[in-house]
């Protein structure tokens, strides 16, 4: 696997910078607390570190800070199942006992489960899906959720065939494959598009509905959903478990990065109907 232990160190480096930030941050709230209406001179070095901070404080509200952090820690997890694929340790070591497992356990039943879900779950399903929630979105004025899941669909477009070609890894035995592909294997399309378009329009909705009962509803069907589809291309035997795992990651960083920014331009804004007043759906 090309550059994987380089990979892992870019990862390794981003969440580091990552959480130097959200030190110096949280040392900035808490020296400022600590001065704030006490009379007292500020703690020695806080202008200068506040100085330094106040620019990001402004755009990287507590949200987006977790949110970037969960993106930089997936990052780096996608990128230690990578250097474990290549380097042929523990974690890929699972591979063929799960295809094997998998293999001897099929039945015709859940043969038909799995082929829909990997169907329904793949480029055509979780496009349809992306251009519904864009159109309900814009429909009903909520530019900024509309362009998120555009932002995050077209990522996919992008993550899926250029990580593909970079690492080049082969699929699966044909022998094993009740639909033949014969592209690279990692990550996992389905894995990584279904994380990244399920997760943001359940999540997009669950920001905009007010029902408790639709928003438990909404992020438990994207949970099963999101699981199904990755469980599927396992169970087809097109794709190694850390095909589906790296999919997952990946997915889920990019999507981390979606939903942070989305939180950090619309901090403070209420959503609004088609006729500008502030409401929810």
Same mark, same amino acid.
């Given at each position: 696997?090309?550059?994987?232990?380089?990979?892992?160190?870019?990862?390794?480096?981003?969440?580091?910078?990552?959480?130097?930030? $959200? !030190? $110096?941050?949280? #040392?900035?709230? =808490?020296?400022?607390?600590?001065?704030?209406?006490?009379?007292?001179?500020?703690?020695?070095?806080?202008?200068?570190?506040? $100085?330094? !901070?106040?620019? $990001?404080?402004? !755009?990287?509200?507590?949200?987006?800070?977790?949110?970037?952090? =969960?993106?930089?820690?997936?990052?780096?997890?996608?990128?230690?199942?990578?250097?474990?694929?290549?380097?042929?340790?523990?974690? +890929?070591?699972?591979?063929?006992?799960?295809?094997?497992? /998998?293999? +001897?356990?099929?039945?015709?039943?859940?043969?038909? =489960?799995?082929?829909?879900?990997?169907?329904?779950?793949?480029?055509?399903?979780?496009?349809?899906?992306? /251009?519904?929630? &864009?159109?309900?979105?814009?429909?009903?004025?909520?530019?900024?959720?509309?362009?998120?899941?555009?932002?995050?669909?077209?990522?996919?477009?992008?993550?899926?065939?250029?990580?593909?070609?970079?690492?080049?890894?082969?699929?699966?035995?044909?022998?094993?494959?009740?639909?033949?592909?014969?592209?690279?294997?990692?990550?996992?399309?389905?894995?990584?598009?279904?994380?990244?378009?399920?997760?943001? &329009? +359940?999540?997009?909705? &669950?920001?905009? @509905?007010?029902?408790? @009962? !639709?928003?438990?509803?909404?992020?438990?069907?994207?949970?099963?959903?999101? &699981?199904?589809?990755?469980?599927?291309?396992?169970?087809?035997?097109?794709?190694?478990?850390?095909?589906?795992?790296?999919?997952?990651?990946?997915?889920?960083?990019?999507? #981390?990065?979606?939903?942070?920014?989305?939180?950090?331009?619309?901090?403070?804004?209420?959503?609004?109907?088609?006729?500008?007043?502030?409401? /929810?759906?």
């Amino acid at each position: 696997m090309r550059f994987a232990d380089l990979q892992q160190g870019a990862g390794a480096l981003v969440w580091v910078c990552w959480l130097v930030t $959200a !030190v $110096a941050l949280c #040392a900035y709230r =808490v020296g400022l607390r600590a001065t704030t209406g006490t009379g007292g001179a500020p703690l020695p070095g806080l202008p200068a570190l506040g $100085a330094m !901070v106040a620019p $990001a404080r402004r !755009v990287l509200r507590r949200p987006a800070v977790w949110g970037t952090g =969960v993106a930089s820690t997936l990052f780096t997890a996608q990128a230690t199942v990578v250097d474990s694929v290549a380097d042929h340790s523990s974690l +890929a070591a699972a591979d063929r006992p799960v295809l094997g497992w /998998l293999v +001897a356990h099929r039945a015709p039943d859940w043969t038909v =489960v799995m082929e829909t879900a990997s169907r329904y779950g793949g480029t055509l399903g979780t496009l349809v899906l992306a /251009l519904v929630a &864009v159109a309900l979105l814009v429909w009903r004025r909520h530019w900024w959720e509309a362009a998120t899941v555009t932002v995050a669909s077209a990522g996919v477009a992008v993550l899926v065939p250029a990580f593909k070609a970079f690492y080049a890894r082969p699929r699966p035995p044909v022998a094993t494959q009740l639909v033949p592909q014969f592209d690279p294997s990692l990550p996992s399309g389905h894995a990584l598009g279904s994380i990244v378009i399920v997760g943001v &329009v +359940a999540i997009v909705a &669950v920001r905009l @509905v007010r029902s408790v @009962v !639709v928003r438990v509803a909404a992020l438990g069907t994207a949970a099963v959903t999101i &699981v199904l589809i990755g469980v599927s291309r396992l169970y087809l035997g097109v794709h190694w478990f850390t095909d589906v795992l790296a999919g997952w990651f990946l997915g889920g960083a990019w999507l #981390a990065v979606c939903l942070a920014a989305l939180h950090a331009l619309t901090a403070g804004r209420a959503p609004v109907r088609r006729d500008g007043t502030p409401a /929810l759906l």
